[in-house]
């Protein structure tokens, strides 16, 4: 059984945020173009705009999990060097000579 691919292509905003477009092509499986299509139909969004609204979706994801990411690194950054602090003052704390 194979799985037809239907190439389309949408608009997608530039960063600058003004109204200049660009053009992609991107080929789905019939599966997913149906769903693309049946949700849109739902919203009563055109499909180029259904697809805009999963991009720039996935993009905040994308930039909320990295940062996500990158406190937790800074989290356990700061943890160790928090225990070797406490370290040294339990040191200094059962030193006889202070």
């Known amino acids: 059984m194979t799985m037809a691919l ?3 292509s949408i608009q997608i905003k530039n960063t600058k945020g003004d109204a200049n477009m660009n053009t992609i092509s991107i080929r789905l499986p019939d599966d997913l173009l149906r ?6 139909a739902e919203l009563r969004i055109p499909r180029a705009e259904y697809l805009r609204r999963a991009v720039v ?5 994308t930039r909320s999990r990295q940062q996500r990411i990158r406190l ?3 989290s356990a950054l ?11 003052f339990e040191e200094i704390e059962h030193d006889p000579e202070t």
């Not at 700061?78 to 040294?88: D, K, Q, T």
Request: net charge negative.
């Open 6 to 8: 239907h190439p389309i």
């Open 35 to 40: 769903e693309v299509d049946s949700r849109a």
């Open 57 to 61: 979706s996935m993009n905040r994801e």
């Open 72 to 74: 937790m690194k800074a």
């Open 78 to 88: 700061v943890r160790e060097e928090s225990m070797a602090v406490n370290r040294e």
